[in-house]
């Protein structure tokens, strides 16, 4: 039978294949906003699930970048993994470089923000507290529009997110905003 992890397990496989800091540390501010929108989203019963496919999201990465999102499948087939959450994990760079899709509401939030949160966090780098804690939403929108900053953030992937969910941009970036401040290892 096909087993989860617990946030633990989760933590020690992402260390096994990320050893770059700013890796670990990413898949930490997605697990945070994963967390968070589960809760107001209505799935609280489901919130270490969407933490730890935030968490995991980009397991395979660093070791093998020409192989993202196909590698952690075959990773997390081997260790048995339920099957859903190999399912969202893939599904995060669907028509990027996979072609798993987004069809769960967790997944869509996924593809959505895992993006999104490069640009604030490096928005926050460039603030006197370095911080997102005192961002606000207005800030977001603007280095979003500034296509020189964070130029590495693909905008177009977080406007088709943000559209697979149905939602504005000012929902999406104001939900990841909330979810990134919410995290107390963003202080």
Partial sequence: MARTLTREEAWELLKEYNKEPFHLRHGETVEGVMRYLA?????GDEVDFWGNVGLLHDLDYEMWPEEHCVKVQ???KEL??????IHAIASHAYGICCDVEPIHE???VLFAVDELTGLIGAAALMRPSKSVKDMELKSVKKKFKDKAFAAGCNRDIIRTGA???GWDMDKLM???LKGMQADERNA
Wanted: aromatic letters at 8%; proline letters at 0%; charged letters at 50%.
């Fill in 39 to 43: 809760q107001e989203l209505g799935y």
């Fill in 74 to 76: 075959e990773l997390l």
């Fill in 80 to 85: 048995d993994i339920d099957e859903r959450m």
């Fill in 106 to 108: 967790m997944e869509k």
């Fill in 163 to 165: 559209e697979r969910l």
């Fill in 174 to 176: 104001e939900y990841t």
